[in-house]
């Protein structure tokens, strides 16, 4: 059965600042996904990793994925308060559903 | 905006009422997706269906849960006989059959609370 484990599970930051995500799966996956939701609302698809070595950005932030580690990191750069929200990392299972991990609550304090 | 629908937003039942959600993709989503989410958590896959057909359901989904998708557009989740720990959050994510790189696209959610 897939796991997909993320830490830390809360991060409180200082705006201005740069911290990484991780997100560790358990089987083979060549593809990773990172979403993003706020209080209340729905998720929002923020990166789509496709392959070993993928990497992409988008504004502050820069997901790369290394499939040979199972390891995919999401890293945020000068924070904003506008980054605050959960984020996810979800890993596909038989190629059908995607498994989702628990989480990062992200808080940016100005 | 996704172009995933879902209706109603809320609801509020109390414990042994039945309830409906549905669940309007675009017309290019032939596969379609239920999640719950509980507060804290990441969303836990329910079901899905390629076209009309539902090809996977998850061991959460009781026999009192059951979805379906009658001709391959909208799609209705029902619980009977509602529990308390049925309150959640249940989204609904489509997926084109043009899209190879798997990603899901989500509707807002239905936000179930069982008194």
């Known amino acids: 059965e897939l796991k997909v484990e993320q830490n830390p599970l809360f991060l409180s930051m200082q705006e201005g600042k740069n911290y990484t995500i991780y997100c560790n799966y358990s089987t083979t996956s060549d593809r990773l996904y990172w979403y993003r939701q706020d209080p209340g609302k729905s998720l929002e698809s923020l990166f789509v990793l496709l392959s070993n070595g993928a990497v992409k950005q988008e504004g502050r932030l820069m997901a790369s994925l290394d499939t040979k580690a199972r390891l995919s990191t999401l890293h945020i750069t000068a924070a904003v308060h506008d980054l605050s929200a959960t984020y996810f990392c979800a890993v596909p299972e038989y190629g059908n559903k995607l498994v989702f991990g628990a989480g990062t609550i992200l808080r940016v304090k100005s | 905006d996704t172009g995933v629908s879902q209706d109603p937003r809320h609801k509020i039942t109390k414990r042994g009422q039945n309830v409906t959600f549905r669940c309007d993709p675009i017309?290019?989503?032939?596969?379609l997706y239920w999640y719950r989410q509980t507060l804290g958590q990441g969303p836990e896959f329910l079901t899905y269906?390629?076209?009309?057909?539902?090809?996977?359901k998850s061991r959460l989904l009781s026999d009192r849960f059951s979805a379906e998708r009658p001709k391959g557009s909208f799609s209705t989740l029902e619980i009977q006989r509602t529990e308390q720990g049925d309150s959640a959050m249940y989204l609904c994510a489509g997926r084109g059959s043009g899209n190879y790189d798997g990603e899901l696209f989500f509707g807002e959610g239905s936000r179930l609370t069982v008194l």
């Open positions: 269906f390629q076209n009309e057909a539902q090809l996977e």
């Open positions: 017309s290019e989503h032939n596969r």
